[in-house]
Each structure stands twice: as structure tokens, then as C-alpha cells.
């Protein structure tokens, strides 16, 4: 199975910083200054899934 990645052009602009609603990437804490691993929200994980789907034999 090929590899991918879930860093791609179809992930820009929703980083952490991205606006609410906009963000697939989150921070374990709801402080944005927390240094604390980013994690991906439903939005997020429903992206990568997309991603992985696109790769899979069908």
C-alpha cells in the first residue's frame, strides 16, 4: 500500500491557529498557549480518513 500523508495541500488552513470551525488540529488543553501536543478533532480525523479511503484498493 502506497504511503500518504496527512500534511497536504488539502490541510491548509486548518491548523491550530486556524479560526474555529476552520481548525482540524487541536491542543489537549482549551488554553492556546499551552505547550501540550496538538491532536486531531473530529474534523480532523474525519480528513485523514478521507485521505486513507483515497489510497485503499477498492
Given at each position: 500500500?502506497?504511503?500518504?500523508?496527512?500534511?497536504?495541500?488539502?490541510?491548509?488552513?486548518?491548523?491550530?491557529c486556524?479560526?474555529?470551525?476552520?481548525?482540524?488540529?487541536?491542543?489537549?488543553?482549551?488554553?492556546?498557549?499551552?505547550?501540550?501536543?496538538?491532536?486531531?478533532?473530529?474534523?480532523?480525523?474525519?480528513?485523514?480518513?478521507?485521505?486513507i479511503?483515497?489510497?485503499?484498493?477498492?
Amino acid at each position: 500500500m502506497p504511503a500518504t500523508s496527512t500534511s497536504t495541500p488539502l490541510t491548509r488552513g486548518h491548523d491550530a491557529c486556524a479560526a474555529p470551525g476552520q481548525n482540524w488540529i487541536t491542543g489537549a488543553l482549551p488554553d492556546p498557549d499551552a505547550p501540550v501536543p496538538m491532536h486531531p478533532n473530529a474534523a480532523g480525523h474525519a480528513n485523514i480518513a478521507r485521505q486513507i479511503m483515497e489510497v485503499l484498493p477498492r
